[in-house]
């Protein structure tokens, strides 16, 4: 049974950092693509990063050089580290894997979901 637990959202100052996990069960993530998209309220969902089976990883702009995706294939998880965070990166953030392996930024391409994490920035 495939499943998706992410875990260590917060409440967090602007300029400050915070790191996601998600840690994947029923399958190995080095085998998949996985990816973070973040939902902000009244928003609709929009894809964050990801990271391919080859270990290439892609970014939506407005965080590049600010955040990073990664995995840890023993601990089967991934990971999303966001520095200099602002209340713009404020949202509920999803954790999700692709069977094909490639780091799409389409939803659609994504066949599981974990539950979400709150992240909260403040001003």
């Known amino acids: 049974q495939v499943q998706l637990v992410e875990s260590g959202g917060g409440l967090v100052q602007a300029g400050g950092s915070l790191r996601v996990s998600c840690v994947a069960s029923?399958?190995?993530?080095?085998?998949?693509?996985m990816g973070w998209f973040r939902q902000a309220p009244g928003k609709e969902r929009e894809f964050v990063a990801a990271?391919?089976?080859?270990?290439?990883?892609t970014y939506v702009d407005s965080v590049k050089g600010r955040f990073t995706i990664s995995r840890d294939n023993a601990k089967n998880t991934v990971y999303l580290q966001m520095n200099s965070l602002s209340p713009e990166d404020t949202a509920v953030y999803y954790c999700a894997a692709d069977r094909r392996g490639q780091a799409y930024r389409t939803e659609s391409n994504y066949d599981y979901w974990g539950q979400g994490t709150q992240v909260t920035i403040s001003s």
């Open positions: 990271i391919a089976w080859n270990g290439d990883s």
């Open positions: 029923g399958f190995a993530v080095w085998r998949y693509a």
